[in-house]
């Protein structure tokens, strides 16, 4: 769609990141592994940590001479209702440029020995430069940049989920064809809000980066911090190289949000047990608010619950720090969303 036109919005929060700040889990539960089960993928730069810090700019390079490797998560949810998941994004990559192809498996053992291949075709949404590969259930990029898929919300045998990576032309037993880039790697479930903001929305870009000075003679000067966001490893930010790769042609400034939403329910807002029930809930409250922790962790946003486009999608916060909604007639509510981007 893009046009800044904003419909019905969906926000993507990740699950190992709420989880490692609610102190549920920590980095230990993402393992990157050869396919031997053992060895360990090496990197050129950046280490496993940069995969997963919500950080796109921030990326960690993978050596060409590892062979097929997996990273493999470990939700520690032995609940089918607290591991569901519907969705992976894989940002600031270079699949396309490495001959990189991925597939998706879902399970409740570690070694996946009844997983549902969440990347064969029909079960799962090609959102954002996901093409299919010749061999069936594999992922073939056709770009670099960053990837999205979405599926059908997975309730049960879902505990672990495990992104296994493999070079295109040679297959499992053979070296890609130069080192692989990562930027960050996002899965967990989907938040779409029950309908469209009010009209009366608002969207900035402010040029916050920039201060002036006068001089004693009079004359302004400009000092910035920093113009736009930083790129990522292979593209200007959720660009798919398709696009021009010049620094002229990327936006400047911080965008913002603010947008109004009227007569929601109380049970698209609000957790039928504030206590009980939080995390199973698909409320705004508990699906996106307290997954985030308010401010604490970004995620993944965009304008319109149906765009492919890429210029709908951003990394986004809270812009204040406070749930707030106002009841306005019996069990319905209005709130305001205020975001701002972030990197």
């Known amino acids: ?58 990326f960690a390079t993978i050596e ?15 609940n089918d209702a607290l591991a569901a998941s519907n969705y992976l994004a894989i940002l600031g990559h270079n699949f396309n440029t490495a001959d990189v192809v991925f597939k998706v498996e879902i399970d409740d053992d570690p070694a996946m020995g009844g997983a549902t291949l969440v990347s064969t075709t029909g079960n799962h949404t090609k959102v ?15 770009f670099d940049g960053w990837t999205l898929i979405t599926w059908s919300l ?29 930027g960050s790697l996002m899965f967990g479930e989907y938040l779409d809000f029950p309908h469209s903001p009010d009209l009366s929305l608002k969207t900035t870009i402010d040029y916050d980066g920039t201060s002036l000075q006068t001089s ?7 000092n910035s911090t920093y113009l736009s966001p930083p790129d990522w490893a292979v593209s200007k930010p959720w660009q798919t190289s398709n696009y021009p790769d010049y ?10 949000h603010d947008l109004k939403f009227s007569y929601i329910t109380d049970t698209d807002l609000f957790p039928s047990n504030m206590y009980a029930s939080l995390w199973s809930s698909n409320s705004i409250q ?25 210029g709908d999608y951003g ?23 205020n975001l701002v981007e972030t990197w």
């Open 128 to 142: 954002i430069n996901a093409a299919e590969d010749a061999a069936a259930g594999w992922i073939d990029t056709a």
């Open 247 to 256: 620094a002229f042609e990327k936006r400047s400034g911080r965008l913002y």
């Open 286 to 310: 508990s699906l996106f608010y307290n997954r985030v922790s308010g401010q604490h962790l970004p995620f993944l946003f965009c304008v319109d619950s149906e765009s492919t486009s890429v």
């Open 315 to 337: 990394m986004f916060r809270l812009a204040n720090n406070k749930f707030q909604a106002t009841q306005v007639a019996h069990q319905v509510w209005n709130m305001n969303l």
């Open 64 to 78: 060409a001479d590892n062979q097929q490797f997996y990273i493999q998560i470990d939700t520690e949810f032995g």
């Open 216 to 222: 004693a003679g009079g004359s302004t000067y400009a």
């Open 154 to 182: 997975q309730t049960s045998n879902n505990r672990y989920i495990r992104i296994t990576f493999e070079d295109d032309s040679g297959g499992s037993g053979s070296d890609f064809d130069s080192d692989i880039k990562i």
């Open 1 to 58: 769609m893009s046009y800044n036109r904003i419909l019905t919005p969906r926000i993507y929060t990740d699950i190992l990141s709420t989880n490692i700040a609610s102190g549920w889990s920590t980095l230990t539960q993402a393992s990157m592994l050869q396919d031997d089960d053992s060895t360990a993928v090496t990197f050129d730069s950046g280490s496993k940590a940069d995969i997963f810090d919500l950080r796109p700019s921030n």
